[in-house]
């Protein structure tokens, strides 16, 4: 898709290659290229790639927050049927994930994040078009949110691509960067959606209108899908040295490390992606109560805060890159899991303190429903609860994006450092090179295994084997607290000990990684 070609002699070019090019000569461990040439390209690159994955991260979680308003707008579905249709679009965005890896190096990431971004029309429009019909079936709505997943997809193709771009030193915090910048599109779909259809929104700030009109987001992202689209086409790169085949990506299946760092991101991202997609239904569960949809609800109303935690774990990525680029990867993973498991058992204590809410009995005629007094006591203990819960649940949520940065900043590492074992003087330059394009389609596995857990956290919160659903909440957190203690033992064992496994890769045990 590029039409004009630069290349560059064998020191640094004359001119910086502009957007919408691809680029032949790419050198950015090159002190002298990067600081002229590399830093400006790269920089440019991350800003628009960072864009598109913002835009794919919205659309991935629209259902999050948009679910919990269906019940609003005449959808009458169960508290379990809610669940999956935040879980299906996780599910979808982790298994392609893995082609959107293998994307960039096949067609190039310029090209890619057009195509991508582009693709993005379709969960959108289609969402527009079915939440304007109270008699479309759940099973279409289904349907409609798997399409969401594509914007999970580009998560792992522009970090794939972002990869290529920068050299070692620094890709703990353009990776970082490059995540947060999609990451937070979680939190603007949480926190501008209700406001954009007519809910109340801003901590209260905003009133709600007489009507929620959820297609309004729909044809919104719809729009910015096309900005995302054009600004890749004209301010983008392809790199030619970029370029692979599957079969040669694919060769990372074979590494050890590639699925342990895959094990790894589901206790850290599929954290955050579960958490953040679950968490506008957690409160609404646990701190709400409306039986009647045409009756005022009381309680906490989950579009005041929801978006707090993807936001948190957002903002905290870098910073878990930033932290691995300083103190090493591994002891910054261990000590992340260690915070997740402490984080998680305060939420399950929380949860132990909510007032069971009684059922109001409601009338033939739902206008003349009114809340008993034991109702609104039960309601008003559990309120004073949810400060300390949402405090808790924002450590987790902390702990979890610091996790994510630092998670991301040992792949590059480790396969380099595997590199380094294998190489000779001859082959150096090839080897290294061949870490790069390897480290980005670990990155891409990685992310695709991860995003797993964004599937199964909403599914164990909803489960349906469980009848009281504020009960399943407290079980499924004891349940990931366990797993975050297997996460740990496994980050130990594998990367903080002096020795690994068997003594295998003595270099490992002791890398900054």
């Given at each position: 898709?590029?039409?004009?070609?630069?290349?560059?002699?064998?020191?640094?070019?004359?001119?910086?290659?502009?957007?919408?090019?691809?680029?032949?000569?790419?050198?950015?461990?090159?002190?002298?290229?990067?600081?002229?040439?590399?830093?400006?390209?790269?920089?440019?690159?991350?800003?628009?790639?960072?864009?598109?994955?913002?835009?794919?991260?919205?659309?991935?979680?629209?259902?999050?927050?948009?679910?919990?308003?269906?019940?609003?707008?005449?959808?009458?579905?169960?508290?379990?049927?809610?669940?999956?249709?935040?879980?299906?679009?996780?599910?979808?965005g982790s298994l392609i994930r893995l082609p959107y890896t293998f994307a960039v190096p096949r067609f190039g990431g310029r090209t890619w994040t057009v195509i991508s971004a582009s693709l993005l029309l379709v969960p959108t429009l289609l969402f527009a078009w079915a939440v304007q019909s109270p008699g479309t079936p759940y099973w279409v709505f289904c349907l409609i949110a798997a399409t969401a997943g594509l914007g999970g997809g580009n998560f792992a193709s522009s970090m794939a691509n972002i990869n290529f771009f920068y050299p070692i030193r620094k890709k703990?915090?353009?990776?970082?960067?490059?995540?947060?910048?999609?990451?937070?599109?979680?939190?603007?779909?949480?926190?501008?959606?209700?406001?954009?259809?007519?809910?109340?929104?801003?901590?209260?700030?905003?009133?709600?209108?007489?009507?929620?009109?959820?297609?309004?987001?729909?044809?919104?992202?719809?729009?910015?899908?096309?900005?995302?689209?054009?600004?890749?086409?004209?301010?983008?790169?392809?790199?030619?040295?970029?370029?692979?085949?599957?079969?040669?990506?694919?060769?990372?299946?074979?590494?050890?490390?590639?699925?342990?760092?895959?094990?790894?991101?589901?206790?850290?991202?599929?954290?955050?992606?579960?958490?953040?997609?679950?968490?506008?239904?957690?409160?609404?569960?646990?701190?709400?109560?409306?039986?009647?949809?045409?009756?005022?609800?009381?309680?906490?109303?989950?579009?005041?805060?929801?978006?707090?935690?993807?936001?948190?774990?957002?903002?905290?990525?870098?910073?878990?890159?930033?932290?691995?680029?300083?103190?090493?990867?591994?002891?910054?993973?261990?000590?992340?899991?260690?915070?997740?498991?402490?984080?998680?058992?305060?939420?399950?204590?929380?949860?132990?303190?909510?007032?069971?809410?009684?059922?109001?009995?409601?009338?033939?005629?739902?206008?003349?429903?009114?809340?008993?007094?034991?109702?609104?006591?039960?309601?008003?203990?559990?309120?004073?609860?949810?400060?300390?819960?949402?405090?808790?649940?924002?450590?987790?949520?902390?702990?979890?994006?610091?996790?994510?940065?630092?998670?991301?900043?040992?792949?590059?590492?480790?396969?380099?450092?595997?590199?380094?074992?294998?190489?000779?003087?001859?082959?150096?330059?090839?080897?290294?090179?061949?870490?790069?394009?390897?480290?980005?389609?670990?990155?891409?596995?990685?992310?695709?295994?991860?995003?797993?857990?964004?599937?199964?956290?909403?599914?164990?919160?909803?489960?349906?084997?469980?009848?009281?659903?504020?009960?399943?909440?407290?079980?499924?957190?004891?349940?990931?607290?366990?797993?975050?203690?297997?996460?740990?033992?496994?980050?130990?064992?594998?990367?903080?000990?002096?020795?690994?496994?068997?003594?295998?890769?003595?270099?490992?045990?002791?890398?900054?990684?």
């Amino acid at each position: 898709m590029s039409t004009s070609t630069e290349t560059a002699p064998s020191t640094a070019p004359a001119a910086i290659p502009r957007g919408g090019t691809t680029i032949d000569d790419w050198r950015p461990e090159d002190e002298e290229f990067w600081e002229s040439v590399g830093r400006p390209v790269a920089r440019r690159n991350l800003v628009w790639s960072i864009f598109s994955e913002h835009l794919g991260f919205s659309v991935w979680l629209l259902w999050s927050v948009s679910a919990a308003m269906l019940p609003k707008v005449g959808f009458d579905f169960t508290v379990s049927q809610l669940f999956v249709l935040v879980a299906i679009p996780n599910l979808v965005g982790s298994l392609i994930r893995l082609p959107y890896t293998f994307a960039v190096p096949r067609f190039g990431g310029r090209t890619w994040t057009v195509i991508s971004a582009s693709l993005l029309l379709v969960p959108t429009l289609l969402f527009a078009w079915a939440v304007q019909s109270p008699g479309t079936p759940y099973w279409v709505f289904c349907l409609i949110a798997a399409t969401a997943g594509l914007g999970g997809g580009n998560f792992a193709s522009s970090m794939a691509n972002i990869n290529f771009f920068y050299p070692i030193r620094k890709k703990g915090t353009a990776l970082g960067l490059n995540a947060a910048g999609g990451n937070v599109g979680v939190a603007v779909i949480q926190f501008f959606l209700p406001i954009i259809v007519g809910g109340a929104g801003a901590f209260g700030l905003v009133a709600a209108g007489d009507a929620l009109h959820l297609e309004r987001a729909g044809y919104l992202y719809a729009g910015l899908a096309v900005v995302g689209a054009l600004a890749a086409w004209l301010f983008m790169n392809n790199l030619t040295g970029a370029k692979s085949s599957p079969r040669e990506q694919l060769a990372v299946v074979r590494y050890q490390h590639t699925w342990v760092m895959s094990f790894l991101y589901i206790g850290t991202f599929g954290s955050f992606i579960g958490y953040s997609a679950a968490m506008p239904l957690l409160i609404r569960i646990n701190f709400w109560n409306q039986p009647v949809p045409d009756v005022a609800g009381i309680g906490i109303n989950f579009a005041y805060y929801a978006f707090l935690g993807a936001l948190v774990g957002s903002v905290a990525r870098p910073f878990g890159g930033w932290l691995a680029d300083t103190y090493g990867g591994a002891r910054v993973t261990l000590w992340t899991f260690v915070a997740m498991i402490a984080g998680t058992l305060a939420v399950v204590y929380t949860l132990t303190l909510l007032t069971p809410v009684p059922a109001s009995p409601v009338p033939a005629d739902p206008s003349a429903f009114v809340y008993s007094e034991a109702t609104r006591a039960a309601v008003e203990a559990n309120t004073a609860i949810f400060p300390w819960f949402l405090l808790a649940f924002l450590f987790v949520f902390a702990a979890s994006g610091i996790g994510n940065g630092s998670t991301y900043r040992m792949i590059p590492l480790i396969l380099q450092k595997q590199a380094e074992q294998a190489t000779t003087d001859e082959t150096r330059e090839a080897d290294m090179a061949r870490a790069t394009k390897e480290s980005s389609a670990v990155i891409g596995i990685a992310g695709a295994v991860g995003a797993v857990g964004g599937f199964l956290i909403p599914l164990t919160f909803g489960s349906p084997w469980v009848t009281d659903p504020v009960e399943a909440v407290k079980v499924a957190f004891m349940v990931f607290a366990g797993f975050y203690v297997v996460c740990l033992a496994t980050t130990w064992f594998f990367y903080t000990r002096r020795v690994t496994v068997a003594g295998r890769a003595p270099a490992l045990a002791t890398a900054n990684v």
